[in-house]
């Protein structure tokens, strides 16, 4: 039951450039989510989130873009910087639980 | 700064024996969590804990695991008889009342079962 999906398990970027990861989920009744860097021997750290009431939310180099017609998600990196080679979660939830739902990883690939 | 903290960092045990994995969540949160990545696949939610009750679990989450909060900081996941497929590691993570869904995990607690 892969309700939020990556479908492209790495991807390799040149520094400066953009780096786009996407996430398509299946449960229309997910109503916010968010985006998660993790680097090896570490957990998973916040980045960035957005609520279906938005179609962007932006903090810096991170922009998080939804459309809820396709339930679809991508997060852009601008510029991308080496140290941002880590693999990047998706995660969902909906309105009413606690619960969040991880996608499979896309590993990120800064090459400088 | 606060943070998740796990232990053991590494765990290895038979088939069939008991393992608990210990973790003290970020003290003013309120919500707790267990998630488990098996190598290199997707980050699964097991179970989420609040107000010392059980609020969500997974399928995985069996009768075979257990959680508890025994003394208001430390948050135990219990696994009463593992598996070969239990190896995994092991994230236990936190919320607070800060952004909804800013999961604050722990390093992790890796199991390799034999």
């Known amino acids: 039951d892969q309700q939020v999906k990556q479908n492209s398990p790495s991807l390799s970027v040149q520094e400066g450039r953009i780096s786009i990861l996407n996430c398509d989920y299946t449960n229309s009744m997910f109503d916010y989510f968010l985006w998660y860097k993790k680097y090896p021997a570490e957990g998973p750290t916040f980045l960035i989130s957005i609520s279906s009431i938005k179609d962007k939310n932006e903090d810096g180099r991170f922009t998080v873009f939804l459309n809820k017609s396709a339930k679809h998600l991508s997060l852009h990196i601008v510029p991308s910087q080496p140290g941002d080679s880590a693999v990047y979660f998706c995660?969902?939830?909906?309105?009413?639980?606690?619960?969040?739902?991880f996608g499979t990883g896309t590993r990120l690939k800064v090459l400088a | 700064e606060p943070e998740v903290t796990q232990t053991p960092s590494h765990q290895v045990t038979q088939m069939g024996q008991e393992v608990i994995l210990r973790c003290v969540p970020i003290?003013?949160?309120?919500?707790f969590y267990w998630y488990r990545q098996i190598l290199g696949q997707k980050v699964e939610f097991l179970v989420s804990?609040?107000?010392?009750?059980?609020?969500?679990k997974s399928e995985i989450f069996d009768d075979q695991f257990s959680v508890e909060r025994p003394d208001g900081s430390n948050f135990t996941l219990k696994i009463r008889s593992t598996k070969l497929e239990d190896s995994a590691m092991y994230f236990c993570?936190?919320?607070?009342?800060?952004?909804?869904?800013?999961?604050?995990f722990g390093e992790g607690s890796r199991l390799t079962v034999l």
């Open positions: 003290s003013n949160h309120l919500y």
């Open positions: 993570a936190s919320i607070g009342q800060g952004i909804p869904g800013e999961l604050f």
């Open positions: 995660a969902a939830s909906a309105s009413g639980t606690y619960k969040y739902i």
């Open positions: 804990f609040y107000n010392n009750e059980i609020s969500e």
